[in-house]
């Protein structure tokens, strides 16, 4: 088990204010974000992009929530021991994530210089191959589109 740039998932206002949330809306809050976590780890880790979650070799898990406050923090676990994630592969996560996020609501701007982002961490891992770079940002782009009912799911209000 790797713990890689851990994902806080914290929920405040509404019922969360009174310490108190309904668990089917928060099991499903918490079932987009494994989902999409796991998805965008899963392309950093391998290359490859897996819309079956059985197939992928990277998976979410849950740690420890602290008291007091809905705050649950993710971390990943790979079929293969390999520490591909280490270093600039696993500064990838986050920005792909945050991506989806805004692409799903539709902001722009943030859009695009997250892009730039992402293409520049790519052209430190993978040099000035452009033609790798443009496939592999097509692809985070299918992966933001078919990741759309997860993201929704993980930022539906609750309570």
């Not at 290359?47 to 990277?58: F, H, P």
């Not at 997250?114 to 770079?133: C, F, P, S, W, Y």
Request: proline share 3%; net charge negative; glycine share 6%.
């Amino acid at each position: 088990m790797f713990d890689v740039e851990q994902i806080k998932i914290r929920y405040e206002g509404g019922d969360a204010d009174r310490h108190e949330l309904d668990m089917l809306e928060l099991g499903e809050s918490l079932q987009g974000f494994a989902r999409l976590y796991s998805s965008v780890a899963n392309f950093v880790e391998t290359g490859i992009y897996s819309r079956q979650w059985k197939a992928m070799e990277v998976r979410a898990y849950a740690s420890e929530p602290k008291a007091k406050c809905f705050e649950v923090g993710m971390m990943l676990n790979w079929a293969s021991q390999t520490q591909v994630l280490s270093g600039l592969a696993g500064a990838l996560i986050t920005p792909i994530i945050v991506y989806v996020l805004a692409r799903l609501s539709n902001q722009k701007d943030e859009m695009k210089h997250l892009r730039e982002v992402l293409e520049n961490q790519l052209k430190e891992r993978h040099g000035d191959n452009t033609a790798l770079i443009n496939r592999m940002m097509d692809t985070i782009d299918r992966l933001a589109d078919s990741s759309r009912p997860a993201a929704k799911k993980a930022l539906a209000p609750i309570g």
